[in-house]
């Protein structure tokens, strides 16, 4: 009764099962595995976080490259200020007692010992960058040498949030803190990194560090969430539509061998009876050509 699973037809849908339900199990377990790892990088930048709040500040050049295990360290770093290029970081948003605000950052250039700029991101004020209201109110920074300690972060890029990389902002603002945003604005050399200090000058507030790109539980650790649940759900309809032509072609063939003929074809000659038709009908044929040649 199950000859049918023997068929070209057959063999084409069995072997297809066959390899899309395992591939689909297996899609679907490293999604969810991919899932899983962000929740622990998650946890880990966590752990980090708090760490580096209560450890005691490391020279800047103990630090670099910034990875995943030194952003947010305290570093220090020791030079002078360059009051020539303040530069006003517009549309950054600060969450804190007062919920989500909008301002935007100071940032400044600490020219270090070893000449290159180290970005320094003095603090937040809220309000509008281009107002000139707002842009009174920051304080112009310390004169001399100074020792500035912060939060070392990476460079931004065009997916960090609040990032402005179209271009086209006014004279004395910034639209990323990155080398290659400063590279054209200041004459010397500018490390691939920014610290953003921890105890700010009044009126500025502090900015808290940010956690590293793909360790939180962003909107990419929950698409790979979905697309688990996608890849299961592919194999399991896989199953149940091998199922449902299982079914049907075997309940045809037990119809077939107990002589029932499907409902469309009620009205149709069996093999045997149109077999009989089409001799009574050469017969027939026969004799009218024998009687026109007569």
């Not at 290659?180 to 990194?193: K, M, R």
């Not at 399991?236 to 079914?247: E, S």
Request: some cysteine; proline content about 6%.
């Amino acid at each position: 009764m199950y000859r049918f699973l023997l068929t070209p037809r057959w063999w084409g849908i069995n072997v297809f099962a066959v390899l899309a339900i395992p591939l689909c199990i297996f899609m679907g377990s490293w999604q969810l595995g991919r899932f899983e790892d962000r929740v622990n990088t998650h946890q880990q930048q966590e752990h980090r976080s708090a760490r580096a709040k209560t450890a005691a500040a490391r020279p800047l050049a103990d630090l670099l490259p910034v990875d995943t295990v030194t952003s947010g360290r305290q570093a220090s770093a020791r030079g002078h200020y360059d009051t020539g290029h303040q530069l006003l970081v517009p549309a950054r948003t600060l969450k804190d007692k007062h919920g989500e605000r909008q301002g935007f950052y100071v940032l400044n250039l600490l020219r270090t010992d070893g000449g290159k700029a180290l970005p320094v991101v003095r603090g937040w004020l809220p309000g509008d960058a281009g107002a000139k209201a707002d842009m009174a109110q920051v304080p112009p920074p310390p004169k001399g040498e100074v020792t500035v300690t912060g939060a070392l972060q990476a460079s931004e890029n065009q997916g960090t949030d609040g990032v402005q990389a179209g271009g086209g902002l006014p004279q004395g603002q910034l639209g990323m803190i990155s080398a290659a945003s400063l590279v054209n604005i200041v004459p010397y050399e500018v490390y691939d990194a920014w610290i953003t200090v921890t105890d700010a000058q009044a009126p500025l507030h502090a900015v808290p560090p940010a956690a590293v790109e793909g360790s939180g539980l962003d909107l990419k650790a929950f698409q790979n969430l979905g697309y688990t649940g996608e890849w299961f759900v592919f194999a399991g309809f896989v199953v149940f539509m091998w199922f449902r032509l299982f079914r049907r072609d075997a309940e045809a063939a037990k119809d077939a061998a107990l002589g029932i003929v499907p409902e469309g074809d009620e009205g149709a000659p069996q093999a045997g009876e149109r077999q009989s038709q089409a001799e009574e009908q050469g017969a027939g044929q026969g004799e009218a050509a024998r009687a026109g040649r007569a």
